[in-house]
């Protein structure tokens, strides 16, 4: 185990759906994120959170909408999604958020993966 | 915008062979990350390099940091049924936009 906990493990939503992904970490971390990992297409980060405050938001469709109660917490709400969105939604962690020039080492939950009917 | 290339994007070895995975950057990198993915997992950090021709081993995997800190490498010695998985490069933009940029990965199938 990582220290990042995703729920659900699976979830089959019609297109008219509301529905929210969970994310929890324990490692005491100050940064979260939201990335789409798709068949044949490079990691997309889709949200950043740092502090609990948002500060990355990577052109994702309003139908979309994240939640970061706090540092440790992170939802995702879905609502009117498209059958394209269907994919494997990562949350992960870290320490710091990522880009300093030291980097900073993710740490990612096992993932939601997400079908669209 | 930046862009992280990964080649091959598939490789078939037999079990025993080497291996080996290219990142390219269009930019230079502050930093480079390597991650695997298990079939059905997540990624998981494997390591960091930051310095310009930096390389590093870990048991069979060497990881090397070119010179001009725009590409990277994994090779991996002496393939096992363990290593099967997807391997992903994530670099940093060194003009500092604070994204980690993910390569599309390099999936590696070991043949026993």
């Known amino acids: 185990e990582t220290g990042v906990t995703q729920t659900p493990r699976h979830l089959v939503m019609g297109m008219t759906n509301k529905k929210s992904l969970k994310c929890e970490q324990h490692l005491g971390h100050n940064a979260m994120y939201w990335y789409k990992q798709s068949a044949k297409k490079p990691l997309e980060l889709m949200f950043v959170y740092n502090f609990k405050e948002q500060t990355e938001n990577n052109s994702v469709p309003s139908r979309f909408s994240p939640e970061c109660p706090n540092s440790s917490h992170l939802f995702l709400h879905l609502h009117t999604l498209q059958p394209e969105d269907s994919a494997l939604y990562l949350c992960?962690?870290?320490?710091?958020?990522?880009?300093?020039?030291?980097?900073?080492?993710?740490?990612f939950g096992s993932g939601t993966q997400l079908s669209v009917l | 915008g930046q862009q992280v290339m990964q080649i091959p994007q598939y490789q078939h070895v037999q079990e025993g062979e080497d291996f080996t995975t290219y990142c390219n950057s269009s930019t230079t990198l502050s930093n480079i990350q390597w991650y695997k993915q298990r079939p059905g997992g997540h990624p998981v950090f494997l390591i960091q390099?930051?310095?310009?021709?930096e390389v590093k081993k870990q048991k069979r995997l060497t990881f090397q940091f070119g010179e001009a800190k725009k590409n990277s490498s994994l090779h991996i010695t002496a393939t096992q049924t363990t290593d099967v998985g997807t391997y992903f490069c994530a670099g940093v933009q060194a003009s500092n936009t604070g994204k980690l940029i993910f390569g599309q990965g390099t999936t590696l199938q070991v043949k026993p």
């Open positions: 390099l930051v310095k310009s021709g």
């Open positions: 992960a962690s870290s320490q710091d958020p990522t880009g300093g020039a030291l980097g900073e080492k993710l740490f």
